[in-house]
Structure formats: C-alpha cells, structure tokens
C-alpha cells in the first residue's frame, strides 16, 4: 500500500519510495495522445550493477557488436549483477527483416543468455521487470518524457522542412564547416507555433542546447570536451518516434542502468546524451567507451575489408564460442585472423587432450555430419574417436574436419575410375596385394604393422605403386593424409571394403571392355 507518508512526490509524473534500503519506484504514465493511464512499479537495489546490449535491427550483427555484449555480460557477472538486452528500433526505415534473428542466434551461440529483456530470435516474448524491452513498444514513456521538456521550454517545436535543412547543411559542406542548425525556430511566438500546428504542419522537438556544455569523465578515455557540434539537435522526429539519443538516455534510466559499455565510435554523442540526463534530472550512468576492432593494417575494420565482420560467417565457419577478458584500453583492438585460426587450432587441441574435450567434439562431429552425411551421424564414439585421431591436430575447427577435401574421403565415397589407374603398371594386382596384406594386421591396426606388411624388404611391388593404388580407392583423390593415416582414420573393415569394391569395380570394367572390343573386332571382320 503506498501512503502520503512513505511517498516522495518528484513532478506528476513519478513517486518514489524508500523502504528498508531498497529503492522502490512506482511511475504513472500518463499520454495524453491516448488518454491512457499506465501503472509501473520498480523494485531494484541502490548498489545493483546493470549493463545493458542495446543493438538496433539494422543489419546483422557484427564482431564489435558481438564484443560490445560479451564486455557487457561479463561485467555484470564480475558484480553479481545483471545483463539486458533492449532492441533499439526507432530507426524504422533502416529496419533489416534477419537482424533481430541474427542478434539472438549470436547471443546464444556465444552463451550471452540475457538477464531481461526478449527470450527468444522472434523478440516477441520477454522477460524482467523494465519492460517492454524493444523501443517502439515505448512510445508513450517517452512522449511522457518529451512533454516534460516541451512543458518546462528546455525543447521546441521545429517546422523546418527536410528540404531546408538539407540545403543547411549543403551551405555548411561548402564553406568547410560542420552542419549546425540555425535555431531559426527556436524562439517563434506562441501563435505562430499554435497557427502551424493548428495548420497540422509537421514538427520535430529540438533540445535547446546552450553556448557551452560541461566537460564530462570517461571511464576509459578519461576527460572528454562537452562539445554539441551539431547545436540543437532533435529528440523526437515529425513522425512521433524518438531519436536514438533520447529513447537511449530514457530507457537507460528507467531501466536503472549503472555501467555503458558501448563502441569508441559512440564518444560523440556522449556530450548529448550527458546534457539529456541533466536536463531531465537523471542521474547518468558511469560510460565506458570501448576501443573499435580495426584490421591488420590498423584502420577500423569494415564491410570493404576482405575478412568478413560478420558473427553469422564465423559461426557457420564452425569457430569456437570461448572467450578471455583482459584489460580494456582505448587504443583499437586488432582482428588477426591468422592468430584467430592459430588460437581456434590451439584451443581445439588443448580440448583433445581430455577425455571431456574429446566427447565434446565428438558430440559436434556428429552435429555437423547430420546436416550432410546422416548415415556417418550414427557412427559410434569409438569409430569416429579413431577417425579423428590422426588428423584434429591439423584443423582450426570440427567443421573444417568434416568439409575439408582432405577429410572428406571419410564421408563421400565411391568405387574409383579406370582411368585413374592408367599410369600405375598392374593395378589389379597391386590392389589384390593391398587387401592380402592389411588382411594379416591385426586389430587395433597399428602404422608399423601397416608399413611393415605393405613396405616390407619382400613386397614385389614398390612402395609408390602400392601408395598410389590404396589412396585411390580409399578417396579417388590424388592427395591427402598419408596413406597409412588414412587406413587408420577409416579401420581394418572399412578399408578392406573399399579396396575389394575398387578391385572388383575396376575388373568388371575391364571384362565389359574386352566384350566390348571383341563386338567391335567380329563386326569388322564380318
């Protein structure tokens, strides 16, 4: 029960109350758009750490997004507090029909898993306390917002057409300085702006944005000038949605964010968004500007850069979700790929030497040839444990392992070509020796065995011929591992089969050949 006693009346619009340390706040939204009432109570810690993701669905999620969330997460777990996901989506003509997909399949493959906020790829369900979690379910908190402002004259109506403010800034560009608004409608006379809107024309609201703003400290980058370059900039466009700026230092607060930890490419409008939080009466939360991913070369890392930025490619690419934190610097942090595949090789190794590690990548072998080989998908643990053996050390990924063409003997398969024997003198027999041979090793087969009943002083044919016959029915490829590791990877029955069917294959060619010659030979004599 809220009485006068406990309640703290701020404006009209919150009432806050203090009970037994805990801060709890209880909003009446009013819109008088709608003429709605909408009740929200907040029961959060003082002291609670939250850190928010907030990407706009304007495209597919990228590296230094993907980073941005992960220092985000990890930060509120260090502090045992927690971790948001907002989407922000006032952007509406940039909107991309697979981004909100793309976030979510990112977060979870990474196990990002947020705190609040939406709980699965269609963002439709959600949970937490501060919702709704997407921004353009939030209009009327913020026309609330906006009002205040309107109300208390620290924003105005401007009916400046785009048309105008292009050739502003066009006149800008042109004598070399930044694009600035003129304030032409900043101090228009209450019956101008009552004959315009009474016209129905269309209007934005301005912040009025003083001569000078103060300095402000951040976190990472230390003091930054409290420059507003742009002068006067918009909070709400004419269409009633709020600016990135606005809906971002709203919903940061009445979400109770503590810690911002957004790209360096943000440090900009940091100076706004301090000037909204004062002119609003908020509190702001400590920021954090995190320095950008740049490539090899130095430069910010961009969608012209050979390497693709996007998460999606690296995780179709089979790389590993695991991750380190290390000190945060303001310089920008370099995407090696190189020393990503050398890590990505090194952590898949490190994993391989435990009996876990190795049923885990076991369990993602048989993922990835589900997609493709459902048959191989069945194979046992111990059958792929001996396929993997000889060959996981040389791969940066279990997906690598499958799709490479050095591996893929070990999936797709079928009896070899005649004419891939041509140069090699007495195939058949060749072959016929092989299957006597591996016939004598016994199991488990081991490579010295092999080598010394293949290779041995006494084999009638030399160890090129014998080489070259055995990779060609086990692959029908002309290069890949050694021939030895490759009877190992598939086993004594396997390989056997795959030899005997080459030979009979190839012998029942030939036969069909010869009768075939002799049709030929009668029909001429005749």
């Given at each position: 029960?809220?009485?006068?006693?406990?309640?703290?009346?701020?404006?009209?619009?919150?009432?806050?109350?203090?009970?037994?340390?805990?801060?709890?706040?209880?909003?009446?939204?009013?819109?008088?758009?709608?003429?709605?009432?909408?009740?929200?109570?907040?029961?959060?810690?003082?002291?609670?750490?939250?850190?928010?993701?907030?990407?706009?669905?304007?495209?597919?999620?990228?590296?230094?997004?993907?980073?941005?969330?992960?220092?985000?997460?990890?930060?509120?777990?260090?502090?045992?507090?927690?971790?948001?996901?907002?989407?922000?989506?006032?952007?509406?003509?940039?909107?991309?029909?697979?981004?909100?997909?793309?976030?979510?399949?990112?977060?979870?493959?990474?196990?990002?898993?947020?705190?609040?906020?939406?709980?699965?790829?269609?963002?439709?369900?959600?949970?937490?306390?501060?919702?709704?979690?997407?921004?353009?379910?939030?209009?009327?908190?913020?026309?609330?917002?906006?009002?205040?402002?309107?109300?208390?004259?620290?924003?105005?109506?401007?009916?400046?057409?785009?048309?105008?403010?292009?050739?502003?800034?066009?006149?800008?560009?042109?004598?070399?300085?930044?694009?600035?608004?003129?304030?032409?409608?900043?101090?228009?006379?209450?019956?101008?702006?009552?004959?315009?809107?009474?016209?129905?024309?269309?209007?934005?609201?301005?912040?009025?944005?003083?001569?000078?703003?103060?300095?402000?400290?951040?976190?990472?980058?230390?003091?930054?000038?409290?420059?507003?370059e742009e002068g006067d900039f918009i909070i709400v466009k004419s269409d009633g949605y709020p600016t990135y700026h606005f809906a971002?230092?709203?919903?940061?607060?009445?979400?109770?964010?503590?810690?911002?930890?957004?790209?360096?490419?943000?440090?900009?409008?940091?100076?706004?968004?301090?000037?909204?939080?004062?002119?609003?009466?908020?509190?702001?939360?400590?920021?954090?500007?995190?320095?950008?991913?740049?490539?090899?070369?130095?430069?910010?890392?961009?969608?012209?850069?050979?390497?693709?930025?996007?998460?999606?490619?690296?995780?179709?690419?089979?790389?590993?979700?695991?991750?380190?934190?290390?000190?945060?610097?303001?310089?920008?942090?370099?995407?090696?790929?190189?020393?990503?595949?050398?890590?990505?090789?090194?952590?898949?190794?490190?994993?391989?030497?435990?009996?876990?590690?190795?049923?885990?990548?076991?369990?993602?072998?048989?993922?990835?040839?589900?997609?493709?080989?459902?048959?191989?998908?069945?194979?046992?643990?111990?059958?792929?444990?001996?396929?993997?053996?000889?060959?996981?050390?040389?791969?940066?990924?279990?997906?690598?392992?499958?799709?490479?063409?050095?591996?893929?003997?070990?999936?797709?398969?079928?009896?070899?070509?005649?004419?891939?024997?041509?140069?090699?003198?007495?195939?058949?027999?060749?072959?016929?020796?092989?299957?006597?041979?591996?016939?004598?090793?016994?199991?488990?087969?081991?490579?010295?065995?092999?080598?010394?009943?293949?290779?041995?002083?006494?084999?009638?044919?030399?160890?090129?011929?014998?080489?070259?016959?055995?990779?060609?029915?086990?692959?029908?490829?002309?290069?890949?591992?050694?021939?030895?590791?490759?009877?190992?990877?598939?086993?004594?029955?396997?390989?056997?089969?795959?030899?005997?069917?080459?030979?009979?294959?190839?012998?029942?060619?030939?036969?069909?050949?010869?009768?075939?010659?002799?049709?030929?030979?009668?029909?001429?004599?005749?």
């Open positions: 029960m809220i009485s006068a006693s406990n309640a703290v009346k701020l404006d009209k619009n919150w009432t806050w109350l203090i009970v037994s340390g805990v801060e709890r706040r209880t909003s009446f939204l009013h819109c008088r758009y709608c003429s709605k009432l909408t009740i929200q109570r907040r029961d959060v810690e003082r002291s609670e750490v939250r850190t928010r993701f907030a990407p706009s669905p304007t495209g597919i999620l990228h590296l230094g997004g993907l980073r941005t969330a992960l220092y985000n997460y990890l930060f509120a777990k260090k502090h045992n507090g927690s971790f948001i996901l907002r989407v922000e989506d006032t952007d509406r003509a940039r909107i991309h029909d697979k981004s909100m997909a793309s976030i979510w399949q990112a977060l979870k493959f990474t196990g990002l898993v947020p705190d609040e906020g939406p709980t699965d790829e269609s963002m439709q369900r959600e949970k937490g306390e501060f919702g709704p979690y997407i921004q353009s379910q939030r209009l009327n908190i913020y026309r609330v917002y906006a009002d205040k402002l309107l109300e208390e004259q620290k924003v105005y109506r401007c009916f400046c057409s785009s048309h105008r403010l292009t050739l502003i800034k066009h006149a800008a560009y042109q004598s070399g300085q930044i694009p600035k608004y003129d304030r032409r409608c900043r101090d228009m006379s209450e019956s101008e702006v009552s004959d315009r809107l009474r016209r129905k024309e269309p209007f934005t609201l301005r912040v009025r944005v003083p001569d000078s703003v103060d300095d402000y400290e951040d976190e990472v980058h230390g003091s930054i000038p409290g420059v507003i971002n230092v709203v919903d940061d607060h009445l979400m109770r964010i503590s810690h911002v930890l957004r790209g360096a490419e943000w440090l900009p409008a940091a100076p706004r968004h301090l000037f909204l939080y004062r002119q609003l009466g908020f509190q702001p939360p400590k920021i954090h500007h995190l320095p950008l991913i740049a490539n090899e070369s130095g430069r910010k890392l961009s969608k012209r850069d050979n390497v693709t930025i996007f998460v999606s490619n690296f995780i179709e690419k089979g790389y590993s979700a695991e991750f380190d934190l290390g000190s945060i610097r303001h310089n920008a942090a370099v995407l090696n790929v190189k020393k990503l595949d050398h890590l990505s090789r090194l952590h898949l190794n490190q994993k391989w030497a435990t009996p876990e590690g190795q049923h885990s990548i076991i369990k993602e072998l048989k993922e990835h040839l589900a997609d493709n080989y459902l048959d191989e998908a069945m194979l046992d643990d111990r059958t792929l444990l001996r396929m993997l053996e000889p060959r996981i050390r040389d791969v940066k990924t279990v997906k690598e392992f499958v799709e490479s063409n050095e591996t893929k003997f070990l999936w797709a398969w079928e009896a070899p070509l005649k004419t891939s024997f041509m140069k090699i003198h007495k195939h058949h027999k060749v072959i016929d020796y092989a299957i006597q041979q591996i016939s004598k090793c016994e199991e488990p087969l081991e490579k010295k065995e092999l080598e010394r009943f293949l290779h041995g002083p006494d084999a009638p044919f030399t160890k090129s011929a014998v080489s070259n016959c055995i990779r060609l029915c086990l692959s029908i490829h002309k290069s890949g591992p050694r021939v030895l590791d490759m009877i190992l990877m598939l086993g004594k029955e396997e390989s056997l089969r795959r030899l005997q069917v080459s030979v009979d294959t190839l012998r029942r060619r030939r036969d069909q050949d010869d009768l075939e010659a002799k049709k030929i030979k009668l029909e001429e004599q005749m």
